[in-house]
């Protein structure tokens, strides 16, 4: 075994990666972004104590987000970068440090541990990974406490983006990658925490809206375009939308149209990106589409933050990356510096050589149905649910992945009965969006509210609705939840659902290879989280 992660859906055999990571992550930056975490929980250990002796410390703070963020699936390939943000991490643990004074006798090793050497970073980082924690359930419950807190960490750092914090939500990353390290800590501690995970989660996300929603606008009914215009483009991924925007600024009358991809695609929905007229539309499908779709979309792509696909050598050099995305070899746009936007100059002059996209879509999908489109239709809606034209909604939020066995939810959208409304967030949508499932009195049978992190949005109709209907328990509500989950963000999502009280989740396309079956069994027990079976049996007991 070279390396071990089993943080994502796709690890290997449903348990783990050992050689290389299915994602295409080497061993050695496998194992390097397990020392950088490593590194990451000394400067959150330092950063508690700066806390508790009154020293301010917003550098150790987005240090925390930036390098969780850079570990996330699909996320940073580029070792050289890992090594650059360990060694970033030693000086923000010995700024704290020299600010405290005397290191106290306690002090775990993850923030005493210092070299210079690569080669001593190697060495280390086989044995701070996944198995330096021998008791299985220990592990999965730090495992799932560590992956909903990445998930976490890039939520917060897109708020950060827009200027946006909350401190609650940093205190509690601290507190959580300091737990990961307590030896003391047994399944009794760790399990509340792992579910405290989710009430930041909550917060973390409404955050996140509030950034967005405040900066850009509330998202509304959009019909996106799905084919192509005659000028060169520049493709945009990733989920960051003050990349998005300061993008659209630099390239407004330069003859360069932008379009966006994959979990970009809900900035179409956006007020405050409308008014660009080089705004094109959306070019293509799901992240793992990018292997063909790069390639024929002829011009630059921007990816702001995961999911990446090494990509090939035909269309490597028009790949750009920024924020936490990185890959060897591939242009990285540096941070903003004073307050100055990014400068995107490179990736202009780049599409200025570049032929125009070949068409591969015609047409335009409608989505925009965040809580606030949601709410502004809520007569209609209630009135709809209240005359029984619509039995069910059903949430179908999440991730999508490559596996075959994914085509389930394309299937499960399409056998839907017809009197149920699909509500949904994030990448798993691709499975489903272009089906055309018609609409329920002028109300589309897809809402998509937008990207993963808009499952918020679905939460909040959920709250509301229970209101409108005076429910008591938001589980009374005709809402089932079909949930596709692939990375980390989507465990924030799903312990944030839990801690709002939502029960009876599926979750698929497999159970997350990090639940032991004792960790699995109280998510079982407590909130009644299923497994996916087939189409017919689950189509049978969520319709029933
Ligand atoms: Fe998808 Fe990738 Fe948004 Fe994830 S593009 S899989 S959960 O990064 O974040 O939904
Ligand atoms: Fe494997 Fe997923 Fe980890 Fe990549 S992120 S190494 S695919 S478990």
Known sequence: MSMFCYQCQEAAKG?????????????????????????????????????????????????????????????????????????????????????????????????????????????????????SHKNEDIRSLKELLTYGMKGMAAYAEHAHNLGYHNAEVNAFMKKGLVATVDETLGVDELLPLVLECGKYGVEVMSLLDKANTESYGHPEITSVNLGVGKNPGILVSGHDLKDFEELLKQTEGTGIDIY??????????????????????????????QTKEFESFNGPVLLTTNCLVPPKESYKDRVYTTGAAGFDGCTHIPERKDDQPKDFSVLIEHARKCEAPIEIETGEIVGGFAHNQVMALADKVVDAVKSGAI??????????????????????????PEDSVILTAGCAKYRYNKLQLGDIGGIPRILDAGQCNDSYSLAVIALKLKEVFGLDDINELPIVYNIAWYEQKAVIVLLALLSLGVKNIHLGPTLPAFLSPNVAKVLVEQFGIGSISTVEKDMAEMMA
Not at 24 to 34: F, R
Not at 391 to 416: H, I, N, P
């Open 260 to 289: 966006t991809h994959s979990e970009m695609l809900p900035a179409n929905y956006y007020p405050a990106f409308k008014k660009y007229k080089h705004f094109i539309g959306n070019y293509g499908n799901s992240w793992w589409a």
């Open 15 to 131: 348990t783990g990666c050992e050689i290389k990571g299915v994602c295409g992550k080497t061993s050695d930056v496998a194992n390097l972004q397990d020392l950088l975490l490593f590194v990451t929980k000394g400067v959150a250990w330092w950063s508690q104590k700066a806390d508790e002796a009154g020293v301010i410390n917003p550098v150790a703070e987005k240090y925390i987000i930036d390098s969780m963020f850079i570990t996330i699936t699909n996320a940073n390939f580029d070792r050289n970068k890992i090594i650059a943000q360990i060694k970033k991490g030693f000086e923000v643990q010995d700024s704290l440090a020299e600010k405290l004074g005397k290191t106290p006798e306690n002090t775990p090793e993850c923030a005493i541990w210092r070299t210079d050497s690569e080669e001593a970073m190697e060495e280390k980082s086989t044995s701070v990974g996944v198995l």
């Open 391 to 416: 039995k069910k909604f059903v949430v179908m939020a999440g991730c999508d992945g490559r596996v075959s066995s994914r085509s389930y939810y394309t299937d499960f959208a399409q056998e839907l």
